[in-house]
């Protein structure tokens, strides 16, 4: 077994909104592009769009996305480790959702600071939840993983979103959980 080093996300600074705009369902909020208009619902959203911008400055370390996981969840911890051990190029980085971070992060992808439901996969222009996070997380990892997920988005959404949602409703029962995020203690 190989010893892997955990990378957390380090804020830095960044300025500049990208301009990714892709068309995303309403109950998915993906898109953190900047939208010009005043008193529209992404407003909020916007705001910690650029309150986190630091996350996602122009380098190369910084522009690795991150991968916001329930850190108290037993397989979720177990889940971050397996992506650690196949991600031999440090391409991702992690933050558990019950962190200020993660909390900020996931205001910034448009979702609730207490939601942690879902693992979320945050680029720099877009966020993914479910079962669309765990495809783009295997894009991310070595091989056979990113081909692997070739062949799963065939799989229509909102079936691979239905059985995502029934492992993560019954993650607690089956996994168990702990009192505090295993991950940051292996740090």
Do not use: H
Request: aromatic fraction near 10%; hydrophobic fraction near 35%.
């Amino acid at each position: 077994m190989t010893s892997s080093r955990i990378i957390f996300a380090q804020p830095l600074v960044w300025t500049d909104l990208g301009t990714d705009n892709r068309n995303r369902q309403v109950t998915r909020p993906t898109n953190c592009k900047k939208n010009g208009g005043g008193g529209s619902s992404n407003d909020a959203t916007e705001d910690w769009v650029e309150a986190t911008s630091e996350f996602f400055r122009d380098d190369v370390e910084a522009r690795r996305p991150i991968m916001l996981f329930d850190g108290v969840c037993n397989l979720c911890n177990g889940g971050v480790r397996f992506v650690m051990n196949n991600d031999s190029s440090k391409r991702m980085r992690f933050v558990p959702l019950q962190s200020e971070s993660g909390k900020n992060l996931l205001r910034r992808s448009g979702r609730s600071p207490e939601d942690i439901s879902s693992v979320v996969l945050v680029e720099k222009n877009r966020s993914y939840i479910k079962s669309e996070a765990v495809v783009k997380i295997m894009e991310y990892m070595d091989l056979p993983f990113p081909q692997l997920a070739v062949f799963i988005v065939f799989i229509p959404m909102f079936l691979r979103d239905l059985a995502y949602d029934n492992i993560a409703n019954n993650r607690y029962s089956v996994f168990g959980r702990t009192d505090t995020c295993e991950i940051e203690k292996n740090m």
